[in-house]
């Protein structure tokens, strides 16, 4: 597979470059690597203390860990030799080489030496802050794994990782005004600047991209899983804006071109992971991995200038997060892991429940036996009615209070169904159902933010 793939990549000199074309081979290259060294380096993670047990086994037995750092490793090394073949049919314009070669140079032209003022500066550079972005996140993940970094300290560090592309958007493209839906028109006019508001926008999406997925695991193959399903769907949103779909040139175009040279690569990598992770899994993706796909997919969404549309495919990581917000501010008590628990007489995955030492307050106290009656949350209570037991506050446990116990690969089946479900609905949302509050679909003409 590599070899063939290597064959394609030295084809596509003979053209244009052909970007897209080498960006489809350098994946498959990308897979091909990063699953052997997922086998090779297992036994190494191990014996240098990077493993952990399968607490919902039978037989808890010891796999390696963290290996969703190979394929961070293998993604970015990837991306950095993919470097320079969308720019391939501009250096060749830019130099003396090549299609220049019978040109008839000026004497300041030779002095400049190269026609770089023609070169796509700003694209290069929204390229090369995406992986310094990268670089930054796939650190926290790999500190993390190493020292288990407390969420309050770490919550907030994608923030900071997302600063080199957040610069880059502010040099490059600037726009911080919003389309208004059109019964808001007459208050607020077809564009809403929110200026200095939509930066904290889009850090708080490197911020929540991240932690979602980190958050939404603990099963085997729901981190890997959810990604590529997110990545699929954003393929499939991208696709929409290239020919035949979208009638060329158009503005999105190579906004999305450059989103597609991000996510195959991406694809390549996490399919090597959840061949590897998938029930019964052989390793573990660890903090990394969740870290780096979450930045992957923010990224995506802010340089390709589909932010709002990136957050119509995490609805499941949206609930997700909103349903876990109690538990994460300590409003109700949280446990270490909140991962379902495992019935070994019956083989099967049980709501994992935390258990109230003391009594919760009236007003907590009031709020779950509610939420217990809507059936979003499992409350056992003592002979004088205080609550002595509740079930944690994830989706993969609420789906088990819903539909009971089950097996974790069906549960993983099942979570995924949902994912995809909830992204076919958001695209649908995006490209349809929101001409009824918006005058147009972008993909017919120019707006600033989508």
């Known amino acids: 597979m590599s070899v063939a793939c290597i064959a394609i ?28 060294l997922i086998r090779w380096l297992g036994p190494a993670f191990m014996a240098a203390g990077l493993k952990g047990k399968d607490m919902s086994k039978i037989r808890r037995i010891e796999i390696p860990e963290t290996m969703g750092a190979v394929c961070a490793v293998v993604y970015l090394l990837t991306l950095i030799v993919f470097i320079p073949f969308p720019f391939y049919k501009d250096i060749v314009a830019a130099t003396s080489g090549g299609g220049n070669r019978d040109v008839v140079l000026e004497l300041d032209q ?43 300290h770490k919550f907030f560090i994608p923030a900071f990782a997302s600063i080199p592309m957040l610069a880059v958007y502010f040099v490059d ?47 085997n193959g729901i981190e890997v899983s959810q990604s590529l399903v997110i990545a699929i769907l954003l393929l499939i949103n991208d696709s929409l804006y290239l020919a035949p779909f979208t009638k060329y040139p158009h503005p999105a175009t190579d906004s999305h071109l450059f989103s597609i040279y991000l996510l ?61 917000v109690p538990q994460l501010l300590r409003i109700v008590e949280c446990p270490r892991h909140r991962l379902p628990k495992f019935n070994a007489r019956t083989g099967l995955l049980e709501p994992s429940v935390t258990e109230w030492e003391r009594p919760p307050s009236a007003l907590v106290s009031e709020s779950l036996k509610l939420i217990d009656k809507l059936h979003l949350i499992r409350v056992k209570v003592n002979g004088q009615g205080t609550i ?12 088990l209070v819903w539909f009971g116990p089950m097996r974790e690969d069906r549960l993983a089946m099942a979570i995924l169904a949902l994912q995809a479900a909830c992204g076919l609905g958001g695209l649908l949302i995006r490209h349809r159902l929101a001409l009824w509050v918006f005058r147009q679909d972008n993909r017919t003409f120019n707006v600033f933010s989508v």
Not at 17 to 28: H, Q, T, Y
Not at 293 to 322: D, R
Not at 390 to 395: D, E, F, G, Q
Request: charged content about 10%; hydrophobic content about 55%.
């Open 9 to 36: 990549v030295a084809n596509t000199f003979h053209g244009d470059g052909e970007p897209l074309v080498a960006s489809l081979a350098f994946s498959g290259i990308a897979f091909a690597s990063a699953y052997s």
């Open 173 to 219: 493209f600037g726009v911080t005004k919003v389309v208004v839906p059109v019964p808001l028109q007459q208050y607020l006019g077809e564009l809403l600047d929110l200026g200095w508001l939509y930066y904290m926008y889009m850090a708080a999406i490197a911020i929540f991209c991240p932690n979602s997925i980190n958050i939404l695991a603990g099963i």
């Open 388 to 399: 002595v037991e509740s079930t944690n506050l994830t989706i993969l446990n609420l789906w």
């Open 110 to 152: 030779v002095e400049t030496g190269r026609f770089l003022h023609k070169f796509p500066h700003s694209k290069l550079a929204s390229y090369l802050s995406a992986l310094l972005s990268l670089h930054s996140v796939v650190l926290l993940g790999i500190g993390d794994d190493l020292f288990d970094i407390r969420w309050r």
């Open 264 to 324: 195959l690569p991406f694809i390549g990598v996490s399919f090597a992971l959840w061949w590897h992770n998938w029930y019964p899994a052989k390793v573990f993706v660890g903090d990394t991995y969740c870290y780096f796909a979450g930045m992957v997919f923010a990224i995506v969404g802010i340089l390709g200038h589909f932010s709002k549309t990136l957050l119509l495919l995490f609805i499941p990581q949206i609930f997700n997060f909103a349903y876990s």
